[in-house]
């Protein structure tokens, strides 16, 4: 199984910040890397695919980069309701997997 | 806009088959050759994928699956198209299993730089699950 990589694990970051969350791959992916949301309660929710497009109606302060075997989530100018959990998911090859999770709160 | 709802025992005991169904509704289960999927998330854990069924009305790859291989030997995943559902049944469960399991429907035709990505684009709410005697 491909192995991913999440950090920060965590972090705090204040309203209007902008944040970068890395994604690691255990082998080279291409960029069949994708981005999730998750709210607490909630389920999960695409922001990008492709490892850089952003998915239908997802703000543009969300931008992804990378390939091969490293990845970036980058959020512009932090928003109230951005604080959440951030999961990368490869759809290189099954079984798919996903990073550990990266939460972002309130500083 | 279609949309998933997960439903089925919250408790189950240890050693019994867990059977969870997932209802889709704002469109059929058989358009757009979908890939219909099952994952859990552990108490404060992250997602773990355990598989996909894919159908479509006009393909004859319909019904084809993909399991988790550490899960393969104790699932089945199935479709009923005439209750518009897909279904998830794990065998054996122990309290490894508890979690909350959401279904999703999977698109493999994300368009991007000419390529196509596969990507989980709807998702029901989750269900929680409890392994317990």
Redesign the interface.
Known sequence: ?IQMTQSPSSLSASVGDRITITCRSSQNILN?L?W?QQKPG?????LI??A??L?TGVPSRFSGSGSGTDFTLTINSLQPEDFASY?C?Q?SS????????SKVEIK | QVQLQESGPGLVKPSQTLSLTCTVSGGSITNGGYYWSWIRQHPGKGLEWIGYIYDSESSRYSGTTNYNPSLKSRINISVDRSKNQFSLRLNAVSAADTAVYYCAREDGGLLSRGNYYYGMDVWGQGTTVTVSS
């Not at chain 1, 909630?42 to 695409?46: E, G, R, S």
């Open positions: 199984d069949y994708n999730y909630k389920a999960p929710k695409l695919y492709g850089s497009s998915h999961y998911q759809t099954t079984p798919w997997t996903f990073g550990q999770g």
